[in-house]
């Protein structure tokens, strides 16, 4: 029994050990997204922030983003942006898929992350971690540095 119990730890644990390489790209060990250009603004503690990050699929299939979270934040939620009748809205997204072999920007002024009730200052240079959670239940964390726009 413990030795099951061991091997299902060691396999939840290889897929959110991460790597960054020296262009800032970012690989977690078996997952099927490379993240790069991972940013946020500066915000300060207990308000709203925005994360913006380029994900690229090198999966052979599609892959779904159903949710995110953040070392940062109280909550965390795919958001996107949009002009409506002249007026600019601001909607939460269930969920991101990105084809296979394709590449998805999160900008401003479009797909981001919402960082809900900051729990720290976000200071120029700063880190935080923002974690993609698959469909298929993987997580794929993403360190972003806190940078002016």
Known sequence: MKAARTGVL???TSTVVACTTSDGESQVEHSPLRVTSAWARPADSGTIGGAYITIKN??????IITSVHSTGAQSAELHESMMHDGMAHM??????RIAR?????????????MLNGLTRPLLVGDTLTVTFILNDGRR???PVVVRSP
């Open 91 to 96: 909607t939460a997204r269930p969920s991101v």
């Open 140 to 142: 794929v964390p993403a």
């Open 101 to 113: 072999d394709s590449t998805m920007a999160m900008v401003p002024g479009g797909l981001h992350v």
């Open 10 to 12: 060691a396999l939840a």
């Open 58 to 63: 090198i999966d052979s299939v599609p892959v």
